[in-house]
T-cell receptor
């Protein structure tokens, strides 16, 4: 079966660092993606990993361990505008391309 | 920056009616998707479409749903005989090619079934 787990909600303070974890069990794996979604808006792409290790993009970094079925998104120097949901998504390759999303982690950044 | 365009942004319909949601993917993209998100819930895969045919569909995508690419630019999702539980945000997404590709989402069409 398919299972992608994330914490439901997290709270952090402006200027701090926060790590959002994602664990997955899927029938195939061809990449893990992180998206940001503000309330009522579309998901927007943040980062992705295909191979193990850390990918850094400015204030955002994402890590992947395929053997552990684990990823995290690291947000540094938090800003109020980072208050949003963060979605972990896995791309499967069961003959075609299919992206499965986790339930998302709602992050609140406090002043 | 190229974007995926969806219309309408919001549609209200009566239960049992048919609705068509429209999407114009990014022009050189080849793979197209429909997702839905019920309020407060996760983004759920409905269907993927490539080379003018369905590549894969979820168990949600039953006979009530259909997709078409009628004219080489539009990509539509038809929902027949809508039910209350079809109320959701429907997102169209696309990407360029197979391989390491990022889904680009449209702004969504909010469907409210009364």
């Amino acid at each position: 079966g398919q299972n992608i787990d994330q914490p439901t909600e997290m709270t952090a303070t402006e200027g701090a660092i926060v790590q959002i974890n994602c664990t997955y069990q899927t029938s195939g794996f061809n990449g893990l993606f992180w998206y940001q979604q503000h309330a009522g808006e579309a998901p927007t792409f943040l980062s992705y990993n295909v191979l193990d290790g850390l990918e850094e993009k400015g204030r955002f970094s994402s890590f992947l361990s395929r053997s552990k079925g684990y990823s995290y998104l690291l947000l540094k120097e938090l800003q109020m505008k980072d208050s949003a949901s963060y979605l972990c998504a896995v791309r499967e390759t069961s003959g075609t391309y299919k992206y499965i999303f986790g339930t998302g982690t709602r992050l609140k950044v406090l002043a | 920056e190229p974007e995926v365009t969806q219309t309408p942004s919001h549609q209200v319909t009566q239960m049992g009616q048919e609705v068509i949601l429209r999407c114009v993917p990014i022009s050189n993209h080849l793979y197209f998707y429909w997702y839905r998100q019920i309020l407060g819930q996760k983004v759920e895969f409905l269907v993927s479409f490539y080379n003018n045919e369905i590549s894969e569909k979820s168990e949600i995508f039953d006979d009530q749903f259909s997709v078409e690419r009628p004219d080489g630019s539009n990509f539509t999702l038809k929902i027949r005989s809508t039910k209350l539980e079809d109320s959701a945000m429907y997102f169209c997404a696309s990407h360029l090619r197979a391989g390491a590709n990022v889904l680009t989402f449209g702004a969504g069409s909010r469907l409210t079934v009364l």
